[in-house]
């Protein structure tokens, strides 16, 4: 199971961390995403962590801003979002794949399970 957590209204340029904790088969996750969904739009990737080993990869539109980090101790994710812009505004998810591959990181198929979704909204 995952659950999603810390999302919020911020005025663009400011920061939040979403945190995603894991539990049960979590020996089995090979690699923990982020995802958003703003109104009218597909689901869009955001970055990724390779579950054993720590390997971060983002997408472009967050390179250098965003950091996916973890917390091996408490088997939690963290998605720290910096120099946030009002086109990040979106609900953010958090997915889990046993068995996703690198080049497919991006697509939302892939993933086996999800959390619930936590809204985040940027202010202009």
């Known amino acids: 199971q995952l659950q999603a957590s810390g999302g919020g209204a911020v005025q663009a340029g400011g920061s939040l961390r979403l945190s995603c904790a894991a539990s049960?088969?979590?020996?089995?996750?090979?690699?923990v995403a982020w995802f958003r969904q703003a109104p009218g739009k597909e689901r869009e990737f955001v970055g990724a962590?390779?579950?054993?080993?720590?390997?971060?990869y983002y997408a472009d539109s967050v390179k250098g801003r965003f950091s996916i980090s973890r917390n091996n101790a408490k088997d939690t994710v963290y998605l720290q979002m910096n120099a946030l812009r009002s086109e990040d505004t979106a609900v953010y998810y958090c997915?889990?794949?046993?068995?996703?591959?690198?080049?497919?990181?991006?697509?939302?198929?892939?993933?086996?399970?999800w959390g619930q979704g936590t809204l985040v909204t940027v202010s202009s």
């Open positions: 962590l390779r579950w054993n080993g720590g390997h971060t």
């Open positions: 997915a889990a794949s046993p068995s996703v591959i690198q080049s497919n990181l991006a697509s939302h198929f892939a993933y086996a399970h």
């Open positions: 049960g088969r979590t020996f089995n996750f090979r690699y």
